[in-house]
């Protein structure tokens, strides 16, 4: 008798090939040293990656720069010499009457002188006049010293004719010049060299002459410097 089952007499041996062996091969995984080998490559390309990941530039946005504060520029002061009046031939015009109502007030101005073509500083002087419409009531002149460097000053305080000019018979303002302490009196004339009157006669100090005066004509309410000597 028999000890096969029914299954086992009706199934089919598999046929044999010569060389080949039906017992199944291990995987290529099944390997220890390729599963080892596969580990540290997966962990080498993920460090790979990690460090590529980490070293990427990095897009910062930029701190938003504050614009530079504003500096204030001042404005430069205007000239003083540039608002005084100029003094030409086209244009003589150096104040008006109403400008020159009292009695020893003044303007400062710029007369150009033809024969160098210099802009003298001068001076406008209303003398102790009656009468504001007549050339007479007005000493124009240049603020130059005749000789010498000096610039000469209208001095309307007393006080300081009497101290710093050592002037005691002062009693209106004068004209001096600061360099040489001497003082010259609108009031008066001086008769020089040629019989030629100038204002401005020499009361105290040294200088050769009055200082260099310059003519004035009164147009209607405009005052004009014309001509110097």
């Not at 033809?114 to 000493?139: D, K, M």
């Amino acid at each position: 008798m028999s000890d096969q089952s029914p299954t086992d007499r009706y199934k089919a041996d598999m046929p044999q090939i010569p060389g080949v062996s039906s017992t199944p091969r291990p995987g290529p995984l099944s390997n220890p040293t390729l599963r080892l080998t596969a580990g540290l490559l997966v962990v080498l390309v993920g460090i790979f990656f990690g460090a590529r990941w980490l070293l990427r530039p990095h897009h910062t946005e930029l701190p938003v720069a504050e614009p530079p504060p504003k500096i204030e520029v001042p404005a430069p002061a205007p000239d003083p010499n540039a608002l005084l009046p100029h003094a030409t031939q086209q244009d003589p015009g150096i104040a008006s009457t109403s400008e020159m109502t009292e009695p020893w007030s003044s303007k400062k101005f710029f007369f150009k002188n033809a024969l160098t073509n210099e802009n003298v500083p001068a001076i406008l002087i209303r003398l102790p006049s009656s009468s504001a419409a007549l050339e007479s009531s007005y000493w124009a002149f240049s603020l130059d010293a005749p000789y010498g460097n000096c610039r000469l000053e209208f001095v309307t305080d007393i006080s300081e004719l009497k101290n710093d000019y050592d002037f005691k018979a002062a009693r209106h303002p004068m004209v001096g010049n600061p360099c040489s302490r001497t003082l010259y009196d609108p009031t008066k004339l001086s008769n020089l060299p040629g019989n030629v009157w100038v204002r401005g006669a020499i009361v105290q100090g040294s200088d050769l002459r009055p200082p260099l005066g310059i003519e004035v004509k009164v147009h209607g309410k405009t005052i004009e410097a014309v001509r110097m000597e």
